[in-house]
Structures are given as structure tokens and as C-alpha cells.
Antibody
């Protein structure tokens, strides 16, 4: 059974850096074709894919957020970490991690709410 | 960037109705399109991938079709559990989602 769970701060101040961790089980990020991505949903807005990391350490970033986002993995801990710099109130929303094998996201974490406010 | 546009944004329907949601891509994406259902406070749930392949466990009343730039999600007979927001997602060129279609009870 595949599970993913997001963890990190629920409140960050503007200009601060956000670090979120996705801890997963039921699959390996060393398996050919597997990737884990971060998707967020701001209130009242659409889903947005922020970044994706592949089994071979290849990475893909949202073109609009590339300068602010970094994704890494620790296969020994079955974790994927998202770092987002210079947080703004517009970054408020629910952040999900999800696993993908062919580009679509088959399993998702429960999501973690992040509020950006002073 | 490949932009995805869904229509309508909101759809009011009754149990038993047949409904169709449309998703248009700003450039051709082949068959690389998925559909998700999301309910308030819950993570999105994969319904369909590669335009028309039904995810395991998803009821057969859900179906998808299309190619290139125009795609549809059809629910053949709405059930109470189907009232939710639906998103399309392309995965031909990075990964982008449509803005969502909220399916409401009429």
C-alpha cells in the first residue's frame, strides 16, 4: 500500500524560506520510472505542480517558480524535500506530495496547509 | 507553457444526469491527459489517465475521450458521491492543471 505524508511548518513569515518533507512508503524512489512531485492548491485557485524529482535524480521545476524552488530526495529515508524561498502571502495554500510513474499522479498525501503571514 | 482550460467552471446537475466536462490544451498534448476528482479538504483522486484509461477501482460511469488539444470527461449517470471538483492535467510538456470544474447539485 502506497502512502505519502507531508510535514513542515503551518505558518511562515513573508520572505522566509519554507521547507517541506514528504515521507513515503510502499514504493521506492530508486525504481526506474518513479518520481515524486509537489503540487499546491491556493484557496480558490487551481492545482499547480511545483517540482518533480525522478528516480535517477533528474528534476523538473515549474517555469514560473524555478528560481525559488529546490527539490531533493533522500532514498535512505524514503523522503523528498521541497525548499521554497522568499515566501509571499500568495504562496498560502495546501501543499501535496504525490507519486508518479508515467506523468500522472496516482497516489497523493493528505496535504499540509501553509499560511504565509506576518 | 501548455495552458489547460476547462469548461464550464461550474456545472449544476441532478442525480442520474449525464454530464460532460471539456478540457482544452493551448498546444497539442497527444493523449497525455489525466482527470482527477477532488472533494473539500481531501487530496485529488486520479480517475483517468492517458485520456481514456480508467484507474483501478474507479466506477465505469466515468469515461474520457479526446486527443490533441480537446478532451472530455463524461459521467454517464451522476451519483451523490460524484459532486466534487474535477481537474484535468496534461503531462506532455511539464505538468499543468486546468482551473477546475465544480459539479454542484441542482
Amino acid at each position: 500500500q502506497i502512502t505519502l505524508k507531508e510535514s513542515g511548518p503551518t505558518l511562515v513569515k513573508p520572505t522566509q524560506t519554507l521547507t517541506l518533507t514528504c515521507t513515503f512508503s510502499g514504493f521506492s524512489l530508486t525504481t526506474n520510472g518513479v518520481s515524486v512531485g509537489w503540487v499546491r492548491k491556493p484557496p480558490g485557485k487551481a492545482l499547480e505542480c511545483l517540482a518533480l524529482i525522478y528516480w535517477d535524480d533528474d528534476k523538473r521545476y515549474s517555469p514560473s517558480l524555478r528560481s525559488r524552488v529546490t527539490i531533493t530526495k533522500d532514498t535512505s529515508k524514503d523522503q523528498v524535500v521541497l525548499i521554497m524561498t522568499n515566501m509571499d502571502p500568495m504562496d498560502t495554500g495546501t501543499y501535496y506530495c504525490a507519486v508518479s510513474t508515467r506523468g500522472y499522479f496516482g497516489s497523493w498525501g493528505q496535504g499540509t496547509q501553509v499560511t504565509v503571514s506576518s | 507553457d501548455t495552458q489547460m482550460t476547462q469548461s464550464p467552471s461550474t456545472l449544476s446537475a441532478s442525480v442520474g444526469d449525464r454530464v460532460t466536462i471539456t478540457c482544452r490544451a493551448s498546444q497539442t498534448i497527444g493523449y497525455w491527459l489525466a482527470w482527477y476528482q477532488q472533494k473539500p479538504g481531501k487530496a485529488p483522486k486520479l480517475l483517468i489517465y492517458k485520456t481514456s484509461s480508467l484507474e483501478s477501482g474507479v466506477p465505469s460511469r466515468f469515461s474520457g475521450s479526446g486527443s490533441g488539444t480537446e478532451f472530455t470527461l463524461t459521467i454517464s449517470s451522476l451519483q451523490p458521491d460524484d459532486f466534487a471538483t474535477y481537474y484535468c492535467q496534461q503531462y506532455n510538456n511539464y505538468f499543468t492543471f486546468g482551473q477546475g470544474t465544480k459539479l454542484e447539485i441542482k
